[in-house]
């Protein structure tokens, strides 16, 4: 289970930094990353200040735009 959430962090993060294309992977990548972080807020109020960093934010809204499209 850790070794595919690094993966799913090594693939947004590369994306990000120009490293690899933003593709599908990317996308799905950052959207299971993005639940699994709400799931964890969730858990405790502690943990209600996390939040994506504002590229992994700014992805996600792209995502959204192509999935509308």
């Known amino acids: 289970m850790i070794g ?3 993966d799913h ?3 947004v993060t590369e994306s990000l930094a120009g ?3 933003v593709d ?5 990548s ?4 993005s639940d699994r972080l ?3 807020k969730k858990l405790d109020y502690v943990f209600a200040g996390i939040s994506l960093s504002p590229e992994a934010r700014k992805l996600q ?3 959204r735009a192509v999935a509308v499209s």
Request: proline share 0%; charged share 35%; aromatic share 4%.
């Open 9 to 11: 962090c090594r693939i």
């Open 30 to 33: 950052l959207a299971i990353l």
């Open 38 to 40: 709400e799931r964890v």
């Open 24 to 28: 599908n992977n990317t996308f799905a």
């Open 19 to 21: 490293k690899r294309q």
């Open 61 to 63: 809204k792209k995502s």
């Open 4 to 6: 595919m959430d690094s």
